[in-house]
């Protein structure tokens, strides 16, 4: 088996396209040793997955993706290794689903409001049960044929800065800290140069970060070394995955980023630890 593993994959139970049965079958041909689903807010697909593993399958590690304000700005926040039917976490994220259905609402009366209707019923029929996300509300615009394109409906409508533009509901990253730890996990700095989220490095490592995410499409190889030095000089972990939504990005490609496995094995350490703490 490979040593290389993808720790953030996204399915359709939050924005992601590709069903858990779709995933797992494209991670067999990787032959990788581990992945994580990391869908915003539920972890639901990885109950779903794991029944699906099966001798000789890569290891599947419990994982998910929360939001945290910092600023104004949003902060993704990746946890792992935590316990899946921790109560703390699994009321949290039904809190966040149920603010997301509310924020989705929102922005559907917002764009009402600017002469674009769709019905919000088409939007869940987009999501199918699944967490609803602004991709649902830019592909329902462009079946019902409000917009031309799937990415016409951020640039034009719901992206940051755009009118119907609402933020999800998030925690503060104490209380996401918090919470991952509470629940035995691991806490990582998602796509950390992505809005320039690395400037809050120093006061999350001050909050109990435990790692970055280094391996990203949104990293430069020239970056990736630079990083990795950061987070020594921290004591911080490194992580990576392929942020794989489905859409065909070509640089999303579940499982090919080749990250190698000990990052999985510190990951480990640091998570028994956290354990023994609380
Ligand atoms: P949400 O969690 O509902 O705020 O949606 C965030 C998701 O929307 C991201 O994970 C991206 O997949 C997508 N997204 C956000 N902004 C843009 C943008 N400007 N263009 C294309 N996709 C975007
Ligand atoms: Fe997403
Ligand atoms: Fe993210
Ligand atoms: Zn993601």
């Given at each position: 088996?490979?040593?290389y593993?993808?720790?953030?994959i996204?399915?359709?139970?939050s924005?992601g396209?590709?069903?858990?049965?779709?995933i797992?079958?494209?991670?067999r041909?990787?032959d990788?040793?581990?992945f994580?689903?990391?869908?915003?807010?539920t972890?639901?697909?990885?109950?779903?997955?794991?029944?699906?593993i099966?001798l000789g399958?890569p290891e599947?590690?419990p994982?998910?993706?929360?939001?945290a304000?910092?600023?104004g700005?949003?902060m993704?926040?990746l946890?792992?290794?935590?316990?899946?039917?921790n109560?703390?976490?699994n009321?949290?994220?039904n809190?966040?689903?149920?603010g997301r259905?509310?924020?989705g609402?929102?922005?559907?009366?917002?764009?009402?409001?600017?002469?674009?209707s769709?019905?919000?019923e088409?939007?869940?029929?987009?999501?199918?049960h699944s967490?609803?996300?602004r991709?649902h509300i830019?592909?329902t615009?462009?079946r019902?044929g409000?917009?031309?394109?799937?990415?016409?409906g951020?640039d034009?409508h719901?992206?940051?800065?755009?009118p119907?533009y609402?933020?999800k509901?998030?925690?503060d990253p104490?209380?996401v800290?918090?919470?991952i730890?509470?629940a035995?996990?691991?806490?990582?700095m998602?796509?950390p140069l992505?809005?320039?989220?690395i400037?809050?490095l120093?006061?999350m490592?001050?909050?109990g970060l435990?790692?970055i995410?280094?391996?990203?499409?949104?990293?430069m190889?020239k970056?990736v070394?630079?990083l990795?030095?950061l987070?020594?000089?921290h004591?911080?972990?490194?992580?990576g995955?392929?942020?794989?939504?489905?859409?065909?990005?070509p640089h999303q490609v579940?499982?090919r980023?080749?990250?190698?496995?000990?990052?999985?094995?510190?990951?480990?350490?640091?998570?028994t630890?956290?354990?023994?703490?609380v």
């Open positions: 088996m490979a040593d593993i993808d720790l953030h996204h399915t359709n139970h924005d396209t590709s069903s858990v049965g779709e797992l079958d494209m991670l041909k990787q990788l040793a581990a994580a689903l990391a869908d915003h807010d972890i639901s697909g990885y109950h779903e997955m794991q029944p699906l099966t399958d599947l590690v994982g998910v993706e929360i939001s304000a910092v600023e700005d949003e993704h926040i946890a792992y290794l935590f316990d899946p039917d109560d703390k976490l009321s949290a994220l809190q966040f689903q149920h259905n509310q924020r609402r929102l922005i559907v009366q917002r764009l009402k409001d600017l002469g674009i769709i019905p919000f088409e939007v869940e029929r987009t999501a199918n967490v609803i996300g991709p830019a592909e615009m462009h019902l409000a917009t031309r394109s799937y990415q016409e951020f034009r719901i992206g940051k800065g755009r119907a609402i933020p509901p998030t925690l104490p209380e800290i918090e919470l730890h509470g035995g996990g691991v806490a990582v998602a796509h992505v809005d320039g989220m400037r809050h120093d006061m490592v001050g909050l435990d790692g995410e280094v391996w990203h499409y949104s990293v190889h970056d070394a630079r990795k030095k987070a020594a000089k004591n911080l972990l490194v992580t995955g392929s942020d794989f939504h489905g859409r065909g990005e579940p499982g980023q080749q990250i190698p496995i000990d990052c999985l094995d510190s990951l480990k350490v640091r998570a630890e956290i354990r023994g703490r």
